[in-house]
């Protein structure tokens, strides 16, 4: 098995355990349940998203999976090309979508990119997808939130 088939491995039971049901882009059905993580999700004119995170139906942000050992805060730009490039007929949530992750499933980076000084964090979890859901609708991030 290739170093990402492996990270991907790692990534859907880390998916799994925050809530996500995983699929294929050939098993699409977003209506089974909240939160549904989309594997190697087609981009306009950007190749593929490892996964494509959608929460009731939206895309609402992506993970890209990098072999053990990658350093992760390289690889925030490939992922913002993801978060720019979805296809118009898809139900998204903004312009760009706010939620990113990087991840090689022993390490995970978040972005919440609605932050006006967004960087990435090292995270413990996936978050569930109620928690984005929650983040999505208010009009403040976490982080500036929490210096209220």
């Not at 549904?36 to 996964?51: I, M, N, S």
């Not at 890209?64 to 992922?79: D, F, N, R, Y």
């Not at 932050?115 to 009009?139: G, I, K, N």
Request: aromatic share 10%; proline share 6%; glycine share 8%.
């Amino acid at each position: 098995m290739k170093p990402e088939e492996e990270a991907r491995k790692k990534i859907d039971v880390l998916l799994e355990k925050a809530g996500w049901l995983i699929q294929d882009y050939k098993a699409l059905n977003l209506g089974a349940g909240l939160g549904v993580a989309v594997r190697e999700f087609p981009l306009k004119g950007a190749g593929f998203a490892d996964y494509l995170l959608f929460v009731e139906r939206h895309a609402i942000g992506v993970v890209e999976a990098k072999p053990e050992g990658t350093t992760l805060s390289g690889v925030s730009e490939q992922t913002e090309k993801y978060l720019r490039n979805l296809p118009e007929s898809i139900p998204h949530v903004g312009d760009v979508l706010p939620f990113a992750y990087e991840s090689t499933g022993v390490e995970t980076f978040f972005r919440d990119l609605r932050d006006p000084e967004h960087r990435s964090r090292r995270v413990f979890a996936f978050h569930m997808p109620e928690t984005l859901h929650e983040w999505v609708h208010q009009d403040t991030t976490p982080r500036l939130s929490s210096k209220s």
